[in-house]
């Protein structure tokens, strides 16, 4: 039976798919390939916030591979572990064991020290030729995780073996924390070929705009539908909603979310409506309480914030930005809110750990004072939070901001 276009549409966004990052799906691929056919080793960094897509991307490389490399579904070996799961080493030894199929291996063996343990599994695979083993990914997710075992001995003696060669593997560590080599020992450290590649939400709202179009007008669906789509898409209300989106939080899968429940919902073709509907009803559902438990001060620098957005049209802020905001409100309506600038920072750290606030960039080396942040709550949001606050705050929350 032959799907309607809102159905195509439907399965297309659910589809296994990734937007943007084909490069990156073609280093890891080209890594994978060279160590199936070239029998090399290598090991990599897969870097990014959480929800970009670094584990669906790993995972579509992977059928990929098997799909077009006949050595590799014949004789690829892929190993996941977990840093949530996996939380010291022995648990890891036990799960590659299992996946790898060698729990009888492992049983009929006393093992000495975990390299040689490891050393030992991984010989088991090799085939009549000693200088011939099957090819093995090592995939890790939550990677930084794993920097807290005992001396780090799991990722030492991984990227030991692909540095040495001595087995034909891949290590892939998936991390959201983008300054996690930092966390490696040195010893570790000079093991790894520091290789990063790093996943980021669409850059640019044209560029976000253009996902959300390609998303909801498939080549699959009727051209009636395609045109219908690409006039919607010229509205002004629309363009609108899909900026504040954008602002509050990037990522296609968000972005999927939102653009799915008018498809879900809707009998009738889809209409901008349906989709700021979704969108508002989807921001009202999701207002953090968390805001409820902020001190004052903590409340100012959201209102600080919410300013900023306005002046500089959504753009990331640090905290020199907002503290100078902050200072012209408390020098000319609220000199009784003055507080000394370590104070201040840590209202800035609260809202991070709150995660109200998110770095753009963990791994850059700027000074805290100027890192940019994100605000993942909408302006809206902070301005229902002001219930308890002083009346000067209210009003310098809605008025225009100062000169």
């Given at each position: ?59 579509l490389v992977l059928q990929k591979s098997r ?38 291996v492992e049983g009929d063996r006393v093992f ?203 753009q990331p802020f640090n905290f020199e930005m ?82």
């Amino acid at each position: 039976m032959k799907l309607n276009s809102k159905d195509v549409v439907l399965e297309h966004m659910n589809g296994r798919n990734i937007y943007g990052y084909e490069q990156q799906f073609d280093t890891i691929l080209d890594l994978i390939t060279k160590t199936v056919k070239g029998g090399g080793s290598n090991s990599v960094l897969l870097l990014g916030p959480r929800g970009v897509g670094k584990t669906l991307l790993v995972d579509l490389v992977l059928q990929k591979s098997r799909d077009e490399n006949k050595i590799f579904r014949k004789d690829g070996l892929t190993v996941k572990l977990h840093g949530l799961l996996e939380t010291d080493d022995k648990l890891a030894l036990k799960q590659i064991a299992k996946q790898l199929k060698l729990e009888n291996v492992e049983g009929d063996r006393v093992f000495g020290s975990f390299a040689e343990h490891l050393e030992f599994l991984l010989s088991s695979l090799k085939s009549g030729d000693p200088n011939n083993s099957k090819p093995i990914v090592f995939v890790l997710e939550e990677f930084h995780l794993f920097c807290s075992h005992h001396n780090q001995t799991l990722l030492y003696n991984l990227f030991d073996m692909a540095q040495t060669r001595a087995t034909p593997m891949v290590v892939i560590g998936i991390s959201p924390e983008l300054d996690v080599l930092e966390s490696l020992e040195k010893r570790v450290r000079s093991r790894f070929n520091h290789r990063q590649i790093e996943m980021f939400p669409p850059k640019t709202f044209d560029e976000y705009f253009n996902i959300a179009k390609e998303l909801l007008s498939p080549g699959k669906a009727d051209k009636s539908w395609i045109n219908h789509i690409n006039q919607m898409f010229k509205e002004k209300n629309l363009k609108q909603s899909l900026t504040k989106m954008y602002h509050i939080n990037c990522s296609v899968a968000y972005l999927k979310q939102i653009l799915s429940l008018p498809l879900i919902s809707s009998v009738e073709e889809v209409t901008s409506q349906d989709i700021i509907k979704a969108f508002e009803e989807q921001s009202e559902s999701g207002e953090p309480p968390i805001l409820a438990g902020l001190t004052l001060i903590e409340i100012c620098l959201l209102v600080a914030i919410k300013h900023i957005q306005i002046i500089y049209d959504g753009q990331p802020f640090n905290f020199e930005m907002v503290f100078h905001e902050f200072d012209k409100f408390v020098s000319t309506k609220g000199k009784m809110y003055k507080q000394e600038r370590p104070v201040v920072m840590k209202a800035w750290e609260t809202l991070i750990e709150l995660e109200i606030i998110t770095p753009v960039d963990k791994g850059t080396k700027i000074q805290k004072e100027y890192k940019l942040h994100n605000l993942q709550v909408f302006p809206e949001t902070i301005l229902k939070a002001l219930d308890e606050v002083p009346q000067n705050v209210k009003e310098w929350a809605t008025s225009s901001t100062f000169a």
